[in-house]
C-alpha cells in the first residue's frame, strides 16, 4: 500500500512565519511600552516615541494583513496539506484582535 505525502503549502508556511513574526513584534512593543519607553518626556515629545507607537500600525498590522492573505492563499491551494495555513490564519487573526485590545484596555 503507497502512502502519498503531500507537500506544505509554500504561502501557508511564510503565512506562518511572518504571523509569528508580527506576533512577536507586537509582544516586544507591549514589553517597551509597559517599561515605559513609549511614553514622551515631561520636556516634550521625542521622536523615539513616536516612531514607538506608530510601529504597530506602520509595520505590525500590514505584515498580519500580508499573513491573513498568505493563509487564505495556503488553504486554497489544492492537493496541499493546510497545517501551517490555519496557524498563519489564527497568527494573523490574533494579532490585530490584540493590538486593539491592547489599545483599549491601555492604562
Do not use: Y
Amino acid at each position: 500500500m503507497d502512502i502519498i505525502q503531500r507537500q506544505h503549502s509554500g504561502p501557508g508556511i511564510a503565512s506562518f512565519v511572518i504571523g509569528s513574526l508580527a506576533l512577536l513584534g507586537l509582544a516586544m512593543f507591549e514589553a517597551a511600552n509597559r517599561l515605559g519607553a513609549g511614553h514622551a518626556p515631561a520636556s516634550g515629545i521625542s521622536i523615539m516615541s513616536v516612531l514607538l507607537n506608530a510601529l504597530p500600525i506602520l509595520v505590525i498590522l500590514p505584515l498580519a494583513l500580508l499573513a491573513l492573505g498568505l493563509g487564505i492563499g495556503g488553504l486554497c491551494q489544492s492537493g496541499r496539506r493546510k497545517e501551517f495555513a490555519i496557524a498563519g490564519l489564527a497568527l494573523s487573526v490574533t494579532v490585530p484582535v490584540l493590538f486593539v485590545t491592547w489599545l483599549l484596555w491601555a492604562p
